[in-house]
């Protein structure tokens, strides 16, 4: 496989079946937690903006030819959009200064459950990105799905920081 196909299938995950993009969003999780393990909140961040760099130009270049602009195995803007719904922990971790070791199951399960809901859905604006047909699209659907998925992350830490655990 070309550096492009293995970058865009993010080292083959995105040829897992079924569901590739749900292989994808899984994959992430663990190199987003070492991310966060070896430089907190600015690792993750600063790796999520490498990908995306990345991920754009491999998609390009992956699809480059190809009657789909977005093929199933086009995995990399999955982890992208992962990574994003991953923020609000990883920032919220690290601004606290609590141990990189940290990073606990419901903020990392509801990021993958809110961001897998709105890659699927698709509700605007995210569709409208997945409408552009272009390896910017690819990624920028991702990116929107992954934003709203930290909103609801946030939102859901919040009420539960506040009111539930007091």
Known sequence: MRP???VATFLGVGLLRPAPGTWGSAAAIPVAYFLHLNGG????AVGTLIAFICGLGATALYTE???DPDPSRVVIDEVVGMWIALWPLSF???HAGLPTDIFPYPGWIGGFLMFRLFDI???WPVSWADRLHTPLGVM????IAGLMA???VSAAAFVSHTYLMG
């Open 121 to 123: 859905w698709k509700p």
């Open 4 to 6: 492009a196909g293995i």
């Open 140 to 143: 920028l659907d991702d990116v």
């Open 41 to 44: 909140f600015p690792a993750l």
């Open 92 to 94: 919220g971790l690290w």
């Open 65 to 67: 030819g190809l009657e």
């Open 150 to 152: 930290a909103v609801v």
